[in-house]
Each structure stands twice: as structure tokens, then as C-alpha cells.
């Protein structure tokens, strides 16, 4: 595990920062077009970072006219997947070697905990690149059962130039899920990072370039969401867009490839993930402990937050008894200090968003009080079923109890929702387990745990939470590359062969 530093030393990192303040455009930065900036803050302390330009259409424009000529001349699409390989394995070695700088500018910039950027976020942001990289100079194309007569190729190819748009709870990491499979699949890329938190994404287009990615082939064009992802998303020369947000966004898109060119459009929306604990689960405290990171892990600003407790009368009070204990070792405070694993919410907007959410609760069993401006204390709630707390993803440190009677009531309540994205379960019962993980209409079930999977597992939601494919794994690689059928007559024409 990484070393961490004191508090004290990654205030003196901070100060210290480069921070990037240009978009990445054909393999360098430069201003909008325009000129225009707009000012990033440090939502932990309402300061402002620096500012970064304010892209617009006609950015988005450029960027894409660069990507398709890169994408069109062969520079990266055209090179053999053992190439583009060494060049994303490059890029992995970079961000560790940078990892510090990167952490420290990922918690300045969206008031995550420097200890989760340390340890979760950039590690696995080079991990995921590595991974993808690794991979791509190991599938294989098919050979279809043609007859004799034929051979019938179906080969993979990339599917061109393609948005990228982020979310703002997992810059990095977001970024990694969707630029690992897209470069290596060959794809030019233009990133829409969220305006709340640009800097990480520009500084690893840079590195990328270091490491030998030609120019063009990783673009970042910083902005909001009006200015920036809806002319990408409409732009009729993109092929395709993967995103990540909210599902009211997520939505937009389907438009906007409806109007424009019919692009390809895959979509990782948002949760309110069900983590039912039955009578007979075993090891309370384990539970518990799975509980509180599932609920309160950066700040509960995961799509895959376990937002939902659902749990069985006969266990709920020795549970929430224990739930309570964890939670209150989770310290709340400034996102540089390492001890801290309550940083701030993400902005003054989405800080006031969640904190409506505390009026509307009337049993509070746990917290239930904003901490300072951007912080809210990790919180428990009851609430009755079909109540909002209950049903509307919140994206806060806000976990909803439901009390339950049976397994049954527990799988109905739990599928209660418009989303599908995660769910959890915990059961000493194998069969209950196995039963409840088929019924659960959610793309990820854990048992006896919470989690994502890994990298090796692919990440989507069913119903309202997703659309079009999947991050993660090497299905990922469906979502960036587009099969071909090459089909070749060898049918032997010649006379002797008629004769
Ligand atoms: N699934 C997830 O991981 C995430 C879910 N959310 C949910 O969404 C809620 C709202 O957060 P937002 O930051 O507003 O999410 P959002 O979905 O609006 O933002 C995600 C990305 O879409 C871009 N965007 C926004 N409006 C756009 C538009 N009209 N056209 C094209 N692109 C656009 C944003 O700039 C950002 O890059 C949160 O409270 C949370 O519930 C937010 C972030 C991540
Ligand atoms: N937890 C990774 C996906 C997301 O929250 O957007």
C-alpha cells in the first residue's frame, strides 16, 4: 500500500501544485477559442483553485476534426495492439511515478479524501490502463463456419472517434474505465470532464503524450455541460459516446444521437442500490463494517453507493447498534489530513442538494447534521418505503433504513426502483444467497460483501441505470470496437475444376 504522508506535508504539495489550466487539444494545451474561463474551486475550503478555459462549440469542433484525422491517417488506430500496448503500459508507469501529484490535485479539486486518492483512485487509475492495455494484444478475431468454398473473417475494428463524458465523483478513475478500452481498442478520443473537477484528466493527457500517445488521439475539452458535452453530443462527425452521470442527462443523449448521426450512445447512470441484511447473516461486525463503506464511502457520491439498508426486523437493532459504531470512526474533516474519510461534498450546489435531503427525514437514528459548509456528518435515516429519502438517489452520506419481515418482502422492496445498478446481500443461507442474487435486477450483486467486482468484471446497470453496454472487463472492449464480416469466395471457377 502506498506510504502515506502527514497532513502537514500534503498541505505543503498543494501549495505547491502546477495546476493545468488549458484544454489538451492535438497533443498540447491551449486556450478556448474564445478566451473564456471559468474559476475552479477547492470545495473544502471555498477557495478558488485557478481557472480553467471555458470551451465551447467551437473547441469541441476542433478537437474533433484532430481526433478523426488521427483516427483517419492510422497513427494509433492503425498500429499493431502490441504498439499501442506499450504505449498505455507507458502511460500506467507514468501516473505512479506521478501518482502524489495526481492524488493531491484529484482531492484539491472535488474534496475527495487524499487518503482514498492515494489508495483507491490513481492506483487503480493506472491499474485500469495497464489492464486494458495488457489486453488488447491477446483477443482474437473469429473465423465463422462458412463452408469449404469460404472463409468467413468477423474481425473487430474500432469504432472511431468517440466522446468521452465524465462524471465529477471519480474523475480519474471514470476517465481511466472509458480512455483503457477506447485507446486501446484504437479509438481517437475528446473528453468531457465535469466542470467541478477538469485538472486531473489535462495533467493525464499530458502524461499521455510522454509516453509516446501521438497527438490527437486524447483530447480534453473542459467546459460545462451545455457548452461542452451537448455539442459533442450532437456533433455529427462523433461515432460514438460513452457516459457517465445522472440519468436526467444520461437521457439527453439518446436525443442528441437521435438528432444528429444516429452515434453509438452507452450509458452509466446513477443508483439507489439495495444492501439487504436477512435474520441470519453472520458476523455483524463484518456486515456492518460492508455497510458503512458501502453508504459512506467518498461521501456516498457513488452511483454504486449501498444507499439503501434493507433489513430484517429479527437482526435491525443489533445491526444498526454496530452500523453506528463504524460509522462513527469515520472522521470527517479536511480531505488533505490522512486520517480524514469524510471529505466535502463536491460543490456549494451539491452540498445544498444533499442537505435538503436531512429536513425531510423525522427519524434520524444516526448524525443528521451538516459538519461546516461542504460537510455533512454521515447520517442514518429510517424511512417507510416509497418515501423519498427511500427512492431518490441522493449522493450523500445519507443511508436509508427500510425494515423488512421476510426475504421475499426484502427482494420486492429491493426492486422497488426505477434503477438497476448494484445491489448487495447477507445471508448465511447458500440457497437464499444464490436466489436472492437471480432475482435481485441489478447488473452487480454482491454476497456477503459490497462491491463493484473488479476490473476483470463488467460494471452496468439494468432498468434506468443503464443503457448500450458495459464498463470494465473485456466486454468493455464491445462498447469501442464494431464488428466486421469479411467474407472471401475461394469458390475454384477454373475449367478443370467445373470439369
Ligand atoms: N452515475 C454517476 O456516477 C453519477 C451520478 N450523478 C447524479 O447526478 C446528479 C447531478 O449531478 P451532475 O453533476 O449535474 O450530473 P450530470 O449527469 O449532469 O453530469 C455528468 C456530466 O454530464 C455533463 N452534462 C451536464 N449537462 C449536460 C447536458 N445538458 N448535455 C451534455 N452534457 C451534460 C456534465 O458537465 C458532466 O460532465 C447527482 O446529484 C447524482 O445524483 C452525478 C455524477 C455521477
Ligand atoms: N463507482 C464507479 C462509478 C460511478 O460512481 O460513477
Redesign the pocket.
Known amino acids: 500500500m502506498t506510504d502515506l504522508l502527514t497532513h502537514e506535508e500534503y498541505r505543503a504539495i498543494a501549495a505547491s501544485l502546477d495546476l493545468p489550466q488549458n484544454a489538451y487539444i492535438d497533443g498540447g494545451y491551449r486556450p478556448a477559442i474564445s478566451g473564456a474561463t471559468f474559476e475552479t474551486v477547492n470545495p473544502a475550503t471555498g477557495t478558488v483553485l485557478g481557472t480553467v478555459a471555458a470551451c465551447g462549440a467551437a473547441d469541441v469542433g476542433l478537437a474533433v476534426a484532430k481526433a478523426r484525422e488521427a483516427f483517419e491517417d492510422g497513427r494509433w488506430s492503425r498500429l499493431p495492439p502490441g504498439a499501442r500496448k506499450d504505449v498505455l503500459v507507458r502511460l500506467a508507469k507514468l501516473i505512479e511515478r506521478n501518482a502524489r501529484e495526481l492524488a493531491v490535485m484529484e482531492s484539491l479539486d472535488s474534496g475527495k479524501t487524499i487518503y482514498d486518492c492515494e489508495t483507491v483512485d490513481v492506483p487503480e487509475t493506472a491499474h485500469v490502463i495497464q489492464w486494458h492495455g495488457e489486453l488488447i494484444d491477446k483477443i482474437y478475431d473469429q473465423v465463422a463456419p462458412a463452408s469449404n468454398d469460404h472463409i468467413a473473417l468477423v474481425v473487430r475494428e474500432p469504432v472511431g472517434v468517440v466522446g468521452l ?6 474523475p480519474l478513475l ?1 476517465l481511466a474505465w472509458k480512455i483503457g478500452p477506447a485507446l486501446a481498442a484504437g479509438c481517437s478520443v475528446v473528453v ?5 473537477t477538469s485538472l486531473t484528466a489535462l495533467r493525464l493527457a499530458e502524461l499521455a503524450s510522454d509516453a509516446g500517445l501521438p497527438r490527437g488521439v486524447l483530447n480534453v475539452v473542459t467546459g ?3 457548452e ?3 455539442p ?2 450532437r456533433h455529427p462527425d462523433v461515432d460514438m459516446v460513452s ?8 437521457r ?2 439518446l436525443h ?1 444521437s437521435a438528432d444528429s448521426n444516429l452515434k453509438e450512445v452507452v450509458l ?4 439507489k442500490n439495495p444492501c439487504i441484511v436477512l435474520d441470519d447473516a453472520e458476523d455483524l461486525d463484518a456486515v456492518a463494517a460492508h455497510v458503512v463503506n458501502g453508504a459512506f464511502w467518498n461521501m456516498g ?3 454504486s453507493a449501498a444507499s439503501r439498508l434493507i433489513v430484517q426486523t429479527g437482526v435491525k437493532d443489533r445491526l444498526l447498534e454496530k452500523v453506528a459504531q463504524h460509522a462513527r470512526e469515520w472522521v470527517v474533516g479536511d480531505p488533505l489530513n490522512p486520517e480524514v474519510r469524510v471529505g466535502a461534498l ?1 460543490s456549494k450546489a ?1 452540498f445544498a ?1 444533499v442537505a435538503a435531503y436531512l429536513e425531510l427525514a423525522d427519524t434520524v437514528l444516526m448524525g443528521g447534521k451538516v459538519v461546516a459548509e461542504g460537510f455533512i456528518e454521515p447520517t442514518i435515516v429510517e424511512a417507510a418505503q416509497g418515501s423519498r429519502l427511500a427512492t431518490e ?3 450523500g452520506p445519507i443511508l436509508t433504513v427500510v425494515p423488512v419481515t421476510s426475504f421475499e418482502q426484502a427482494i420486492a422492496v429491493a426492486n422497488d426502483t426505477d434503477y438497476g445498478l448494484a445491489a448487495s446481500i447477507f445471508t448465511a443461507n447458500g440457497k437464499r444467497a444464490l436466489r436472492g442474487a437471480r432475482m435481485l435486477r441489478a447488473g452487480t450483486v454482491t454476497v456477503n460483501s459490497f462491491g463493484e467486482g473488479d476490473i476483470t468484471t463488467p460494471f452496468g446497470g439494468y432498468k434506468q441505470s443503464g443503457f448500450g453496454g458495459r464498463d470494465n472487463s473485456i466486454h468493455a472492449h464491445d462498447q469501442y470496437t464494431q464488428l466486421k464480416t469479411i467474407w472471401l469466395d475461394l469458390t475454384d471457377t477454373s475449367d478443370s475444376a467445373i470439369a
Not at 457516459?243 to 444520461?250: E, I, K, L, M, P
Open positions: 463524458v465524465l462524471p465529477w465523483n471519480f471514470m468531457k470532464p465535469a466542470a467541478e460545462s455541460g451545455a461542452v458535452g451537448e459533442l453530443g457516459f457517465t452521470g445522472s440519468t436526467v442527462t444520461g439527453r443523449f442528441y452509466e447512470l446513477g443508483g457520491q457513488n452511483c463536491v451539491h442538494k438517489e441522493i449522493f
